[in-house]
């Protein structure tokens, strides 16, 4: 830039003004450089003695960023002013050198109102709002008069503090100053009692100002949306005669933030329609996380393709939002084209889980690990993601994998994690694993967070130690909810502890704690084992007349098997009959169990039939009505339900039993003839055998429901697959330790005695549940395992059953 001469450009201008009126003009273009160019036109000129000319210069260095050249100025300065003194201690101030800027405050001679301003409004802009507080104070204590902006800083600093105490001061200063008209300081007002939680004062403010700016509706708009009062601001919204993005913004974030994610939508298509108001970062990843919520590809493509058409704000925010969208919308491909433009290292935890999910939900568990795998740094949320990811799809020893690698490399578990990693357990019934996350949740306090502590109640009960899922329940009275609640009823009931799931489900309805269907599937399943059939009834009255609870098929279920089991089976008939919605698999399948218990052939083909109608390859519904036919002696009808069964095809899941030992799973089935200590658990079990018999056991050979030598039938029942289980944990864990033998299909009545009579002979607690339990896992269309046999024997001469016995048949089979 050139210099003209000021006796040329103007000759009413001093020289002074005139090169003061010059950097004025280069601050306002924001050309850097002129100030150089004036100083050294200054020193040639000999004018550089001046304060006034001296106080512009330096105020130009400051603003443009050559602050080492304001303070040599400053240094050099023969003659400074308060003026003087204040520019350079905002300079230091404004750019957070509070060292410098202090210093510079404590040694100027004379202090004005905008000395402390500037100390305050430092402070406040680097987030050191305390120190803003606490030099406010030492203003009004110096008898200094604060400004409008001393004002808006102290509220800024209030308000982020949400500190009312002084906010209410400052506020009752500013009344006596007369300043309450003024629109900014009113705006700070209205900020600092929105943040601090106070609606109705803030209301008060806004509605005795006579004055408002746009600023002032935004802020009662985001007040009223943020706590969920959606009406209030739309109405404040629709008043407004002049709206900016941060009007829009706040509207669209708050039905988005409270699930109200259509009007969302709706509203920014209004912004883009009858607004002349240009939708930034925030506005689309608001709108793109209400398509994400809806799961709508249409609106968010057409979001995607407004980013690219109008070159929009593709930022880090909106590009995490286009991911999470089309992750949860069902465009995964498209989710991970952003990824790879955007680079991994950009994406936050959102985006990151929501692109997990998306693979997970579909079962593709290998690309969410490859994803995952491509992170870097990934923090706990991705950590748990991927392992929920694995619990959800039934992978829980990649779960347990993963989790280990977690402890070794990655960052720090939190609660979801070890939740995640307990529900793992929980379905592995792995009781040292959940031992050792419950270990490592009391080490971190997550113990005391509700999600793990039901958790560890879940997992406790379905490992079989019910005693220390009542200890957890017990231990944390004071964070109980509902889950907590409903989990310890349901693990009572599963444990055949139905009279104390009851007691506890009257307890919880004392204490006014509301439950829910699920809480019902609970009680109504405890009822069934306790034999409260009236107690049952009152309670499936009481979830749909008090807590107006609508049943599902799984209370229907358990009402079934509760007429069932105490033998009232044609009320239990009547009660499908008058079903409102259509009885499914396990509704028919309970009755047809039932049917076996009380020997009711006819009933049975109806449940049988009717269940038929519904899952033609249903083999536990063959299986189950075959053996009511031999219950009832009825064999050729039992040898024509098994050729049907062979000649559809139709099989059933055979009966298999598990524990584990060193961390490794030894899996039997009926007869085993595969484990490579074979003899020796047929001897110990043959021992085992000899031994409950002394002790009063008697083998229940009903329960073999096939037309063989009771030799044989013993034979049979000796061998089933959780009596193997048994004594090959018998013979590979130390004495008075804990077994805990976990088994696919219910536990037949036969091996239910005699686990009875082993536990008492070798003095061990013994503990036996089902893989997944439930009230309908228990006792739904799985029967009872009475028929251990393998299917291919039943059509077998007598003369082949030596072989069976010797279980050269069944070695076959499993090969």
Not at 352 to 358: F, P
Request: aromatic share 8%; with cysteine; proline share 3%.
């Amino acid at each position: 830039m050139s210099l003209i001469s000021p006796s040329i450009s103007s000759t009413l201008q001093t020289p002074s003004d005139f090169y003061a009126s010059l950097l004025q003009t280069s601050l306002r273009t924001k050309d850097p450089f002129t100030a150089k160019l004036v100083h050294a036109q200054i020193i040639k000129l000999g004018l550089h003695l001046g304060v006034f000319l001296m106080n512009n210069l330096m105020n130009s260095y400051s603003k443009s960023g050559f602050i080492s050249d304001a303070h040599t100025l400053f240094d050099e300065m023969p003659v400074k002013n308060t003026f003087s003194w204040n520019t350079i201690l905002s300079a230091n101030a404004k750019q957070g050198k509070f060292d410098r800027a202090h210093t510079i405050f404590q040694e100027m001679p004379e202090r004005d109102s905008v000395s402390w301003t500037s100390m305050i409004g430092g402070y406040n802009h680097k987030g050191q709002f305390q120190k803003a507080i606490s030099m406010f104070l030492g203003m009004v204590s110096a008898r200094i008069s604060p400004t409008q902006f001393t004002f808006t800083n102290i509220l800024a600093s209030c308000a982020s503090l949400e500190d009312l105490s002084i906010g209410k001061k400052v506020h009752s200063f500013i009344v006596k100053l007369g300043l309450s008209s003024n629109v900014p300081v009113a705006n700070s007002l209205l900020n600092m009692y929105s943040k601090s939680g106070k609606p109705d004062t803030t209301k008060a403010v806004f509605d005795r100002m006579r004055l408002r700016s746009v600023s002032s509706w935004n802020t009662m708009i985001t007040l009223y949306a943020r706590s969920g009062r959606l009406d209030l601001a739309l109405a404040q919204f629709k008043q407004m005669s002049e709206r900016d993005v941060v009007s829009w913004n706040a509207m669209i974030a708050g039905y988005n933030q409270h699930g109200l994610d259509v009007e969302a939508v709706c509203i920014f298509a209004e912004m883009l329609r009858e607004s002349n108001v240009k939708p930034d970062k925030f506005s689309l990843a608001s709108v793109l996380s209400a398509c994400a919520n809806l799961e709508m590809l249409k609106p968010g493509r057409e979001i995607h393709a407004y980013i690219i058409r109008t070159a929009a704000n593709d930022s880090e925010p909106v590009s995490n939002a286009l991911i999470s969208m089309y992750s949860k919308s069902g465009g995964l491909a498209i989710a991970r084209k952003i990824v790879d433009r955007c680079m991994v290292s950009n994406l936050n935890v959102i985006s990151v889980t929501a692109l997990l999910d998306g693979y997970v939900k579909i079962g593709e568990v290998k690309l969410a690990r490859n994803f995952f795998d491509s992170l870097n740094d990934a923090d706990v949320v991705a950590w748990t993601a991927m392992i929920v990811g694995y619990v959800q799809n039934g992978l829980n020893n990649d779960a347990v994998e993963l989790f280990r690698r977690l402890l070794s490399y990655g960052p720090k578990p939190n609660n979801f994690t070890l939740s995640a990693m307990l529900s793992a357990c929980s379905s592995l019934a792995s009781l040292n694993h959940g031992k050792q996350i419950h270990a490592s949740a009391l080490r971190s306090g997550a113990e005391s967070s509700v999600s793990v502590t039901n958790a560890l109640i879940s997992m406790y009960a379905k490992a079989g130690s019910i005693e220390n899922a009542k200890r957890v329940f017990s231990q944390v009275s004071w964070i109980r909810d509902n889950v907590s609640w409903t989990s310890m009823i349901i693990a009572l009931a599963q444990h055949g502890l139905g009279v104390e799931a009851v007691e506890l489900f009257e307890e919880m309805l004392a204490l006014k704690i509301k439950p829910d269907h699920i809480t019902y599937v609970g009680v109504l399943s405890a009822c069934t084992h306790a034999g409260l059939v009236e107690q049952g009834q009152n309670y499936f009255g009481l979830m749909q007349n008090v807590h107006k609870i609508v049943p599902t098929l799984s209370h229907y279920a358990c009402m079934i098997d509760l007429l069932g089991r105490a033998g009232l089976l044609e009320e239990a008939l009547k009660f499908i009959e008058k079903m409102p919605i259509e009885p499914d698999v396990i509704a028919w399948g309970s009755l047809l169990s039932a049917c076996r218990v009380n020997k009711n052939a006819e009933l049975a083909e109806i449940a049988a039939s009717r269940l038929l109608e519904i899952d033609p390859g249903n083999g536990g519904a063959y299986a189950a009505l075959a053996n009511v036919y031999s219950l009832c002696g009825r064999y050729e009808d039992n040898a024509k339900i098994r050729k049907l069964m062979k000649d559809r095809g139709v099989k059933k899941d055979r009966g298999v039993s598990w524990l584990e030992i060193n961390k490794t799973n030894h899996v039997f089935g009926v007869q085993d003839a595969l484990h490579p200590h074979r003899d020796e658990i047929y001897k110990k079990m043959a021992e085992l055998w000899k031994e409950i018999k002394k002790l009063g056991f008697v083998p229940d050979t009903k329960a073999v429901l096939h037309d063989l030598d009771e030799e044989l039938k013993d034979e049979i029942l000796s061998h089933h697959s959780e009596k193997l289980a048994i004594a090959f944990g018998l013979m590979s864990t130390p004495e008075k330790t804990t077994l805990r033998i976990i088994k696919n299909l219910r536990v037949c009545n036969d091996c239910h005695s005699a686990i009875k009579y082993i536990s008492k002979l070798v003095q061990r607690e013994i503990v036996k549940f089902n893989e997944e339990q439930g009230p309908h896992i228990l006792d739904g269309i799985m029967p009872v395992e009475v028929h251990d046999l393998p299917a291919e024997v039943h059509d077998l001469p007598a003369e082949v059953q030596k072989e069976v016995k010797e279980g050269a048949f069944n070695c076959k089979l499993h090969c």
